[in-house]
């Protein structure tokens, strides 16, 4: 299964960007999707995740607040909308699906898509 997470660029301190994260619709419809970030030398860390079904999302502190997933079902993709992006927000994006019904927690994701980076710069 394959996803596919596009949108990442350069954008200057307070910017925004918007990810998409296309996948096969049969992962889409029945699979929490998240979104996870990695930076330079750190490890991943979670950032958004929503449910498959009443849209309930959950937010790291980090980027609660600023960011906001969501899932458009009918075109198989997830967004992460990011606003007042800060150079600490640099990172490559991953989505990923999980078959659980919602979860933080990576090691739960089955799906992974390639990453898109996003660097912010001060």
């Known amino acids: 299964v394959q996803l596919q997470a596009s949108g990442g660029g350069l954008v200057q301190a307070g910017g925004s960007l918007r990810l998409s994260c296309a996948a096969p619709g049969s992962i889409v419809v029945n699979h929490a999707m998240g979104w996870f970030r990695q930076a330079p030398g750190k490890e991943r860390e979670f950032v958004a995740a929503?449910?498959?079904?009443?849209?309930?999302?959950y937010y790291a502190d980090s980027v609660k607040g600023r960011f906001t997933i969501s899932r458009d079902n009918a075109k198989n993709t997830v967004y992460l909308q990011m606003n007042s992006l800060k150079p600490e927000d640099t990172a490559v994006y991953y989505c990923?699906?999980?078959?659980?019904?919602?979860?933080?927690?990576?090691?739960?994701?089955?799906?992974w898509g390639q990453g898109t980076l996003v660097t912010v710069s001060s």
């Open positions: 929503i449910s498959w079904s009443a849209g309930i999302t």
């Open positions: 990923a699906a999980t078959a659980a019904y919602f979860s933080s927690d990576a090691h739960q994701y089955d799906y």
